[in-house]
């Protein structure tokens, strides 16, 4: 890389929208600018560079600070997401009209090169690390941005878009409780968490419910009917089951699972069956309630906005310093970077003796075990 060039770095974006993407791309390219860097977007993921004839504007967009003055009002579409970004692994069509996958990650470092780029902040969620890792080990300079609704990314204690989604989870709750208790029901809500019950349990702890079901403490609904029926014996009112969409039974449990409807997307299992089950054991009407993917909508949080602009200004520095392979990782105090070997094929659950969930006992909201 010669001294007299301008230097150019890219950005883009995995799979997904979260609350306060935009204001990454505000983050990347204030920062870059004032080292006087050139930022090009790349859009969706790396189809962009992959597969530039399929835009008729070009499979790149130039990125400067009047583009992103505004975060929340920028296009959420300027540079789009794709499913599944990985170059290794490359949709393609062969000589006889047939979807195949193929391994382009060699042409994707030739096109980057090519380009003039000097380095990329891939913005990714858990899934996509590895497939950046495998990339940084390459040879391509790149940096990552933890973006999950779920807050499931390791090496980070805060992904943004995670404090927008709660937000929303928290709100929705309490209408939802609220109508449980004009209703004389039960509200069994489920919310997203695969592997990771963050968004069930805080959200469940701002309320507070009276349960909470995550995947990290396998289930009985027969403590969770028991602690339910003591409360309303003691005169409390009892309204709101919070469920990760992860949650699970304890071995041995039988749980009344209508699968058949859930073959193709296990949303709402949870919701239904665990409504089903509390229904037919404490004789009390219930209604399943699923958030589902509406909470990766709206505007972002004061957090997350701070959080996501830090995230991208701070993946300038890493390229800055001549770091590669790593991830911003916001760690009270510090805004660091960590190795994406510390953070791929991992999952950030909720450990068993956490404050969260201590502070959920102490307010006697059942947990199920």
């Given at each position: 890389m010669g001294s007299s060039r301008r230097k150019r770095i890219a950005v883009n974006v995995g799979e997904g929208y979260v609350p306060g993407l935009n204001a990454v791309f505000t983050g990347v390219v204030r920062a870059a600018f004032e080292l006087e860097w050139e930022v090009m977007g790349i859009r969706d993921g790396?189809?962009?560079?992959?597969?530039?004839?399929?835009?008729?504007?070009?499979?790149?967009?130039?990125?400067?600070?009047?583009?992103?003055?505004?975060?929340?009002?920028?296009?959420?579409?300027?540079?789009?997401?794709?499913?599944?970004?990985?170059?290794?692994?490359?949709?393609?069509?062969?000589?006889?009209?047939?979807?195949?996958?193929?391994?382009?990650?060699?042409?994707?470092?030739?096109?980057?090169?090519?380009?003039?780029?000097?380095?990329?902040?891939?913005?990714?969620?858990?899934?996509?690390?590895?497939?950046?890792?495998?990339l940084a080990r390459k040879g391509l300079p790149l940096v990552c941005v933890p973006k999950a609704v779920e807050n499931d990314v390791a090496g980070t204690t805060l992904s943004f878009g995670f404090n927008s989604a709660l937000s929303y989870v928290v709100e929705t709750l309490e209408r939802a409780r609220t109508a449980a208790e004009t209703l004389g029901r039960i509200a069994v809500v489920e919310v997203l968490g695969t592997h990771a019950g963050w968004l069930a349990l805080q959200g469940g702890i701002a309320l507070p419910a009276d349960a909470i079901l995550i995947p990290e403490i396998p289930y009985h609904l027969g403590f969770v009917a028991t602690r339910l029926q003591e409360k309303l014996q003691r005169g409390w009112s009892v309204a709101l089951v919070v469920v990760a969409e992860g949650a699970s039974p304890a071995k041995g449990e039988t749980l009344l699972l209508n699968e058949g409807a859930h073959v193709m997307d296990r949303s709402g299992l949870v919701a239904e069956s665990v409504a089903l089950e509390l229904q037919r054991r404490m004789a009390q009407e219930t209604f399943p309630l699923v958030l589902g993917q509406l909470i990766r909508g709206g505007n972002p949080t004061a957090v997350d906005r701070q959080l996501a602009v830090g995230y991208g200004a701070g993946a300038v520095r890493a390229l800055k310093d001549g770091r590669n392979g790593v991830m911003t990782a916001f760690n009270p105090p510090d805004l660091t970077f960590v190795p994406l070997s510390e953070a791929v094929n991992r999952i950030r659950t909720v450990p068993l003796d956490s404050e969260f969930v201590q502070v959920a006992r102490a307010l006697g909201i059942s947990l199920g075990d």
């Open positions: 790396f189809d962009g560079l992959l597969f530039p004839d399929r835009y008729e504007a070009g499979g790149m967009v130039s990125l400067t600070p009047e583009k992103v003055e505004h975060p929340v009002a920028l296009s959420r579409g300027i540079l789009g997401t794709t499913h599944p970004m990985d170059p290794f692994r490359a949709q393609v069509v062969d000589h006889d009209n047939q979807i195949i996958e193929k391994d382009l990650s060699d042409n994707l470092l030739e096109r980057v090169e090519a380009s003039g780029i000097d380095g990329i902040i891939s913005v990714l969620g858990p899934k996509e690390l590895g497939m950046a890792w495998k």
